[in-house]
């Protein structure tokens, strides 16, 4: 098992910053993508960004490409997702993901390790 706790979700103004941190702790060297998905009320999780935990390749959705950044530090298992120029429309619970195998997957579905989530508030 892999257990994944995040932090650092809080209320910000537009335009303002949040990062994000995504500690994973068990057997992670049984994982190789680790991602994040967000999930607003009365919508569906919907994919943000995932990164390979040995390569360190990224892949983001085209609603926060160039504004949030997804890296890692290996020596802490540790994702970070850092969230730029905010926006109103990103206010929702943000969830650290993890999968086993290989590829930047963007369906919940392929994931099978979860955090509990964390509520990210932007205020207009």
């Known amino acids: 098992q892999v257990q994944m706790v995040e932090s650092g979700g809080g209320l910000v103004q537009a335009g303002g910053s949040l990062r994000l941190s995504c500690a994973a702790s068990?057997?992670?060297?049984?994982?190789?993508?680790f991602g994040w998905f967000r999930q607003a009320p009365g919508k569906e999780r919907e994919f943000v960004a995932a990164?390979?935990?040995?390569?360190?390749?990224?892949l983001y959705s085209d609603s926060v490409k160039a504004r949030f950044t997804i890296s890692r530090d290996n020596a802490k298992s540790t994702v970070y997702l850092q969230m730029n120029s905010l926006r109103p429309e990103d206010t929702a619970v943000y969830y650290c993901?993890?999968?086993?195998?290989?590829?930047?997957?963007?369906?919940?579905?392929?994931?099978?390790?979860w955090g509990q989530g964390t509520q990210v508030t932007v205020s207009s």
């Open positions: 068990g057997r992670t060297f049984s994982t190789s993508t």
């Open positions: 993901t993890a999968r086993g195998g290989a590829g930047l997957l963007q369906q919940p579905d392929d994931y099978g390790y």
């Open positions: 990164i390979s935990w040995r390569a360190g390749s990224t």
